[in-house]
């Protein structure tokens, strides 16, 4: 009898117990994620047979450039059998356009950059497509000072010119990134955003320059714009902690709707909301997790599944009263899938196609440094890491000496101080850009300061030729080199055996050359991790 009493009072304990786990599951944000993606899934199965269904009678002429990367990002493959009729499909249509200069003007560097984009998302090689390498000559329109240039050449002097437009810059980036390769002159790419970054943390298309700073004040940010920016300071590899960083998030927090969308121009929009999705993303934030989740349950991704048609495709405004789609509309359908496509994946397509394409890229970077060259690996793995500059010829430059002012530059960003060095020379708040003399942040992103830093942190402590600032173009020694990262190993609190990781014929006394100097911050790296 007892033991049946016992049961009577477990049982119900244990199916309470039971409910309130279900309950609390049902609740979670791992339950509300699958449910979400599920639905995403199910609309995007619709936009891929909307894109079949009315392209296919022409050859599917017309899905390059940016339909394939949301059709890439759901694993379809344009140029395969599916996707071809008589031979001829997107890819093949596109490069007849480029061989006759169609879709590419080179007044709009932007038309080179969504072309690499599409091309990588059709799986072809951006490097000889229709007879242009179109990842050399956008890396060729980077200007001294970091930009992306606005055009790829000028008409008198077929050089590239154009210091206004932020959104060349940031699809200059995303473009490389697609094709799998580091951006060059990275810390000045990274300088040329951050100068350009408005008061409320935003950013607009183009660069906004003011006498006044009531006017400046007045500045209303994009954004559309400050997503872009967002994904490229994450293709540069600047952390979330970064001040710059940190301030177009929040804006964006700012900027987001109660019904869990974003607008611009007065306007919510789907576009829109989709390119904050993907600087979140690109961030380690995920657009369908509690954290962005508004009244009711709405989040960006609900926000942008309101938007789809029955016959698959997205409308870009709904009628205000009664909630209804007015048209639908090409721009926003095919943003629209690959806003749905990242969404479901966890991570922008444009990250993919990098994980796709790095390891073919990162053979045939340098025309003067091949695979199995004294220090091509680590050399490799430091560009990519952002730690060794790459330049935008093509070349590496391996025998190139390393000075003082650039070995000082590679040992903040190994050491992740960039935001250390930000706050020191650029202050932790915005600045009106014409309260004083010389505060051009590109000025800031001088040697002498990455030394005076080095300098500053102990890292040049004790080392005769490094421990004053000045000298930056002086050639380091093996010497140098050792006794920094003896020190450096001090700084991150590791007990590092430098002899193991010098390269090889060390000799104090030479100077280091670049890939000599690869090789040894690369196994530093490695011993610090």
């Not at 962005?292 to 942008?304: H, L």
Request: charge should be neutral.
């Amino acid at each position: 009898m007892k033991k049946k009493k016992a049961l009577k009072i477990l049982v119900p304990i244990l199916v309470g117990i039971l409910i309130i786990g279900t309950v609390g599951y049902l609740n979670s944000n791992a339950y509300r994620r699958r449910k979400l993606k599920k639905q995403v899934y199910e609309a995007s199965q619709k936009t891929i047979q909307y894109y079949y269904d009315n392209y296919k009678k022409q050859k599917f002429a017309g899905i390059l450039d940016w339909p394939a990367l949301g059709l890439y990002g759901f694993g379809e493959d344009i140029s395969g059998e599916v996707w071809t009729v008589d031979g001829k499909n997107a890819a093949y249509w596109r490069e007849q356009q480029v061989k006759q200069g169609q879709g590419l003007s080179k007044t709009k560097n932007t038309d080179y950059e969504r072309t690499i984009i599409g091309i990588t998302s059709a799986r072809k090689n951006p490097r000889n497509f229709g007879e242009i390498d179109f990842v050399k000559t956008v890396k060729e329109t980077m200007l001294d000072n970091g930009h992306f240039a606005d055009s790829v050449e000028d008409r008198k002097t077929k050089k590239p010119v154009g210091n206004d437009l932020i959104n060349a810059h940031c699809f200059g980036a995303i473009a490389l990134h697609c094709a799998g390769e580091p951006i060059p002159n990275r810390d000045k790419a990274v300088r040329w955003l951050e100068k350009n970054q408005h008061h409320d943390g935003g950013f607009t298309w183009d660069v906004k320059d003011y006498d006044d700073k009531e006017d400046y004040l007045k500045t209303v940010s994009d954004v559309d714009m400050t997503a872009a920016c967002l994904m490229a300071f994450s293709i540069f590899g600047v952390d979330k902690d970064y001040p710059p960083v940190k301030r177009a998030l929040n804006f964006l927090k700012k900027q987001q709707l109660d019904n869990g969308g974003f607008k611009s121009w007065g306007v919510e929009n789907p576009e829109s909301n989709v390119w904050a999705m993907q600087a979140l993303l690109m961030y380690g934030e995920n657009p369908m997790d509690k954290e962005w989740e508004k009244d009711k349950g709405q989040n960006p991704v609900t926000f942008m599944l309101k938007y789809q048609l029955k016959n698959g495709a997205f409308t870009h405004v709904l009628d205000e009263k009664d909630m209804l789609p007015v048209y639908d509309n090409s721009m926003t359908t095919y943003e629209c899938l690959y806003g749905m496509a990242d969404a479901y994946n966890g991570k922008t397509t444009y990250d993919k196609l990098f994980e796709d394409n790095k390891p073919k890229a990162q053979k045939i970077l340098y025309s003067d440094f091949k695979p199995g060259d004294y220090g091509y690996d680590e050399a490799i793995k430091m560009v990519y890491d952002y730690v060794i500059d790459t330049y935008k010829d093509g070349t590496f430059k391996p025998d190139k000496k390393v000075t003082k002012g650039e070995f000082a530059r590679y040992l903040i960003n190994l050491l992740n101080l960039q935001s250390e060095f930000y706050k020191k020379y650029s202050g932790d708040e915005l600045k009106f850009a014409n309260d004083e003399k010389n505060n051009d942040v590109l000025k800031i992103d001088s040697d002498d300061n990455y030394i005076e830093l080095c300098i500053e942190k102990g890292i040049f402590k004790g080392i005769n030729g490094l421990n004053k600032k000045g000298d930056k173009d002086k050639e380091i020694t093996g010497n140098e080199l050792k006794a920094a990262l003896i020190n450096a190993s001090k700084f991150k609190d590791k007990n590092v055996k430098i002899d193991n990781i010098l390269y090889k014929n060390f000799n104090e006394n030479q100077t280091v050359n670049r890939a000599q100097c690869a090789l040894s911050l690369s196994k530093f790296d490695e011993s610090i991790k």
